[in-house]
């Protein structure tokens, strides 16, 4: 009988669309290992048991993709602090004795991304998100870490911002009277990039931008990253980078193997 491959898989709804399994057989290779890695669809109300299974035949480590990071971080038995902090987990580790950690790699990410491939401090930075869903609340904290001069989030419905600048002690302000020359980092977290949409912040408010990132990657950034580059921002930046890097961590949490993870940002570009 064939050994079995070590088993890895995310988890979400939709997940055909998931990069994670390419973005991680690039990770295998340079470990020069050979693992298996899935996609898994679970059914809104079934991630409890879709992840029960799967460990209980076996799998190593799992991510976690939309709808279900708040079901993992309520399924897993103990919690990282970021994941604690974001009440989300997007990286499920088995501890043994059926026991098992959730972590939160989507803020490390990120910050990765930004200070490694975009060369962009952080630190004293005036840092701008627009929205106020799950994405942010996952990246916030691990935002916080690296001391930045302030954070903003501006959104559309005003409450969600101030609810979370409240929950994190950070600036909440209206998405339409931000102020003009104000903030270093604008990290566009809408939902609304999926369907071309941007949100409506007005030219101005990127009149010192040095870098406009945008959570989502390819196509689906680019209306918002046009956009704040006509509006001034010096440099622009889709979130291929923090999908690829929340993934190196994962993966390093599983398998103590630090990935090279500008390699695999530039094989991804040529891919997608
Ligand atoms: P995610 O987990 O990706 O953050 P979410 O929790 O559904 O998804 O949050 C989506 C975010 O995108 C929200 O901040 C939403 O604003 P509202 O709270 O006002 O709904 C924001 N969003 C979605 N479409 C948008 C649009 N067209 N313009 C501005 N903001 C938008």
């Keep these: ?64 993709t939309v709808p279900f990071k708040t079901d993992a971080y309520d399924w897993v038995d103990e919690h990282s602090e970021r994941a604690k902090a974001a009440c989300a987990v997007n990286t499920i580790i088995p501890l043994g004795s059926g026991r098992f950690l959730g972590d939160n790699t989507d803020g490390a990410g990120l910050a990765a991304d930004i200070t490694e491939a975009q060369a962009t401090a952080l630190q004293n930075r005036r840092i701008l998100i627009l929205g106020a869903g799950g994405a942010v609340r996952g ?47 604008i990290i566009n977290a809408t939902s609304g990039s999926l369907s071309g949409e941007i949100p409506a912040v007005a030219p101005e408010v ?30 622009t930046a889709d979130g291929l980078g923090m999908l690829v890097g929340q993934a190196a961590f994962s993966y390093r949490l599983w398998r103590g193997f630090s990935p090279d993870i500008q390699a695999v940002i530039r094989y991804m570009r040529k891919a997608v």
């Design 139 to 185: 990246v916030v904290p691990v935002l916080l870490q690296q001391q930045p001069a302030d954070i903003t989030i501006a959104n559309r419905t005003e409450a969600k911002a101030r609810e979370l600048a409240e929950r994190f002690g950070i600036r909440a302000a209206p998405l339409n009277g931000l102020p003009a020359n104000r903030f270093d980092i």
């Design 206 to 235: 990127f009149g010192s931008c040095v870098l406009a990132y945008d959570m989502v990657y390819g196509a689906a950034a680019q209306a918002f990253l046009d956009y704040a580059r006509r509006s001034g921002a010096q440099k």
């Design 1 to 64: 009988m064939a050994a079995t491959l070590p088993r890895y898989a995310v988890f979400g709804n939709p997940v055909a669309h998931s990069k994670s399994p390419q973005i991680h057989r690039q990770f295998a290779l340079q470990e020069k290992v050979q693992i298996e890695y899935g996609r898994i669809l679970a059914e809104p109300g079934g991630f409890a048991a879709a992840a029960g299974r799967f460990f209980a035949e076996g799998g190593l480590g799992a991510n976690v």
